[in-house]
């Protein structure tokens, strides 16, 4: 069965510096999506991406922050200078055409120290 | 604004025992309703989803979960949990179609004793 993955699983780093965390989704969908969960607490929504643009944003995803898909299966998530509050589990998504059925990545941890 | 509740945060129950998991939803058009559980430190795993047909709908893990739209509800149910189930449990609605983002409850932790 088709699945999203995500690396690394878990990434320590220093404040200030820049992180890349990296997804693969499902080959034949057009959407993707990135949310984080900070310990203890929700799933936030962070971006979605479709057509090489963003769709949608949400007010966690400053300056910050971007994505990209670099190549036909990679989509990115930068982070161009880490802040403790940062630290969270990071989830890439996808969904296909149709109904709006996102398959979520095992995440990624992310420390910043 | 879509918006999820889960009032219960902690829910303990005794192995055999049934669950009942509250999910209350606030969305302006037909939702799409999910349900995901979640291990210590693990992803999202999906245990079912709802958009249409019977409002009973059947998952993995033998999770059930009945919309009721007149009461903005989506509860999971199980008639009989096991020490496996210990898992943070959240709820999700979103659009049916397009890419628009989920909106998570902020979860109940189910612990099981013995």
């Known amino acids: 069965e088709p699945e999203v993955t995500q690396t690394p699983s878990h990434q320590v780093t220093q404040m200030g510096q820049e992180v890349i965390l990296r997804c693969v989704p499902i080959s034949n969908h057009l959407y993707f999506y990135w949310y984080r969960q900070i310990l203890g607490q929700k799933v936030e929504f962070l971006v979605s991406f479709y057509n090489n643009e963003i769709s949608e944003k949400s007010e966690i995803f400053d300056d910050q922050f971007s994505v990209e898909r670099p190549d036909g299966s990679n989509f990115t998530l930068k982070i161009r200078s880490t802040k403790l509050e940062d630290s969270a589990m990071y989830f890439c998504a996808s969904s296909g055409t149709g109904v709006n059925e996102q398959f979520f990545g095992p995440g990624t941890r992310l420390t910043v120290l | ?114």
Do not use: M
């Open chain 2, 1 to 114: 604004a879509q918006s999820v509740t889960q009032p219960d945060i902690h829910i303990t129950v005794s192995e055999g025992a049934s669950l009942e998991l509250r999910c209350n939803y606030s969305y302006g058009a037909t939702p799409y309703l999910f349900w995901y559980v979640q291990s210590p430190g693990q992803g999202l795993q999906l245990l079912l989803k709802y958009f249409s047909g019977d409002t009973l709908v059947q998952g993995i893990k033998g999770f059930e979960a009945e919309f009721k739209r007149s009461q903005s509800s989506f509860n999971l149910r199980k008639p009989s949990v096991h020490w496996s189930d210990a898992a943070e449990y959240f709820c999700a609605v979103g659009a049916i179609f397009g890419n628009e983002k989920l909106t998570f409850g902020t979860g109940t932790r189910l612990t099981i004793i013995p």
